[in-house]
């Protein structure tokens, strides 16, 4: 074994009665090494977890962790190795503070009666520290993002003595710029000596970060190769075994000689976006993406009055139309759904009832001012019930919603109003999957059924392309290509990201 290796499997193969979910696979992964493993679902990849972590046992094959030999492991065992586990949920008591939950493994392992608290903090500070971390070691995990709450789980493995971090789709629920974070913060790992093992299906994310690439196919090790000799291409096809066909994609189709919404011409905000151009059609979603900085989500500000633009056109049915704030895009039908729902789209501790009737308030009240509450109950109830939005009651803190149905009652709020134009920043960032895919639904159905037209903001590749009739990319504050989705895959767009095409 090499000097440098700190984990290395040989032949495991493991069966779940006639079904093989690993077939005699080996690998190795080094010291302060990033290893992206990749595949689709039911490839191998959390069997292959569960495994290291001790909570499966191998059929047959062999485990070596620093040169130590273990036909087996048992959850402590792994972790007394350093082999410790990031899932989605990130396994945090939320009701203790940051330092509480970072200190937790050390304050059990002393076994006294009384806990020395300024020992706890100074550990808790210790190890936040090495990830350049600025969370608040007071602070409730509660009242965390989900970003902040991920590096408290970070922080708490290197309590430990993590040596092997496997994260767990890690970014499912992080924003770009999150996203942007937690990259830099597995550089700082590195630094400290401390492997990484990044589990994903996003070959993106992965070509980004890791130094290495494992892929699974059907429970089988189809390739490990050094990132830098792979393009996205060859991950997509040693993945799925195939090229995708973007006709595989469900998608509405809808006729280009639909009426035009929406005209952009050469608009403009310097430094975050220039010369830009570009139309929208009634019964018609355009996705824009980019890489973080390229401007996508100042145009999208733009539009809705928050960034105005300094030159260029703006036309909607045809009408020039002047957004120099909120209120002149509201007053001509544009809503706006923000990507940061908790801080930019509700009143948390406000009921759901009066975080969907305050785009309406106006229509809802008397002459005088006085607000009509059946109306404001009715109104409610209706768009809970359309849009199935689970909660008690209309009068539920939205607070005490899921982060789904939280985004339901902000897309509600903007269907309330009748809105000609929706423009969506990133709607799906930070829910469930299950969430996820009925916020798609609704998306599909509010566009087939109403006159409106959609513009879709996101770095979520696979959420443009199973939506969009239309991909704009932008590139440094331009718009750098236009694609209709029958002409672009997911991979193509991920190359003309990168700038490998």
Known sequence: ???DSLVRVEHITKKFGGITAL???SFQIKTGEVVGLIGENGSGKSTMIKILSGVYKSDSGDIYILGRHYKQLNPMRSIQEGIHVIYQDFSLFPNLTVAENIAIPHIISQRRKTINWQRMYEIAKENLEKITSD??????????SAAERQIVAIAKTLVQGARLIIMDEPTTALTRQEVRSLFGIINQLKKHGISVLFVSHKLYEVKEVADRVIIFRDGNKVLDAPMQELDLRTMELHMIGRKIDSEEFSVLQRSENNPELLRVENLSHEPYFSDVSFDVRYHEIVGITGLLGSGQRELALSLFGVLPARS???YLDGHQIHIRSIPDAMKNGIGYIPEDRITEGIFASQSVTNNLVVTVVDNLSSRIGVLKKNNIWQTAEKWVRELNVKTQSPATAIQNLSGGNQQKVVIAKW??????LFILNGPTVGIDVGSKADIHKLIRNMVKEQQIGVILVS?????LLHLCDRILLMKQGKLSGQFKREEIDEVGLYQRLLGEI
């Open 1 to 3: 074994m090499n000097d």
């Open 23 to 25: 077939n005699d696979v």
């Open 135 to 144: 969370i608040s070691l007071d602070a409730e995990v509660r009242q965390l």
């Open 312 to 314: 260029g056109h703006i």
């Open 415 to 420: 269907m309330v109003s009748g809105p000609k």
């Open 459 to 463: 770095d979520d590749i696979p959420e």
